[in-house]
């Protein structure tokens, strides 16, 4: 399957053409707005520069803001679990940026669920589907979504705004129902203070520890 957006047509090659981000268009008629605009993003591990920084990898695919705009753009990129290589699909509300510093992120944490090799695409999907539809039922907690492709299996992650205890608990529960996790998956909670404090040298390294 060929990609449509010159970002990943880029990273494919080799090159560093850095696409711009552009804010979602407006819902045409007889669309079905979102509650929210959102973003998404892609990244791949530089295999041969390693001085690269992490927001230097990272590269803006397309906006949305209603349902048919978000599968006119879904259906033209390659599935995670079609994937190879250390490449991480980024899908964040529109004026975030998936990094741990950015003001709507660096209070709060995500829920890190690592997927045996095969379930990748199932789980993503199922997982931005009920972002998109706001099956959590955390007001505005939500920020955005990873999913990240590595070589012995695949991370996907969840990222919210505070460290709550009764929200991390709340986005838990709707996390394993929308996903239908087999009952041995490990999760774990990190938040994103803890993340920077481990890694305040990090930007170049492994991107899970993002």
């Known amino acids: 399957m060929n990609n449509k957006f010159e970002a990943l047509k880029a990273e494919d090659s080799g090159e560093e053409e850095e696409e711009t981000f552009r804010p979602a268009p407006i819902p045409g008629e007889g669309e079905h707005p979102l509650q929210y605009n959102y973003a998404l993003w892609f990244s791949r591990k ?22 048919e705009q978000f599968w006119n753009i879904y259906s033209y990129i390659v599935r995670p ?9 980024h899908l964040f509300k529109e004026g975030i940026r998936p990094m741990w510093e950015d003001e709507a992120n660096k209070h709060g944490g995500k829920w890190v669920i690592r997927l045996k090799k095969g379930l990748a695409s199932r789980c993503w999907e199922n997982l931005i589907l009920a972002m998109l539809g706001e099956q959590f039922m955390v007001g505005e907690e939500i920020c955005g979504a990873v999913i990240s492709i590595r070589f012995q ?40 203070t803890d993340s920077m404090k481990d890694n305040t040298s990090f930007r170049t390294t492994d991107h899970f520890k993002r």
């Open 46 to 67: 530089s295999q041969t520069n390693k001085t690269v920084r992490y927001d230097q990898n990272l590269k803006f695919i397309a906006s949305f803001a209603s349902v």
């Open 153 to 192: 299996d695949d991370i996907l992650s969840l990222w919210n705004r505070s460290n709550d205890p009764g929200i991390v608990s709340r986005i838990k529960d709707t996390l394993q129902r929308v996903l239908n996790l087999p009952p041995n998956t490990i999760m774990e909670y990190r938040a994103h």
């Open 81 to 89: 679990g079609d994937m190879s290589g250390h490449v991480d699909y």
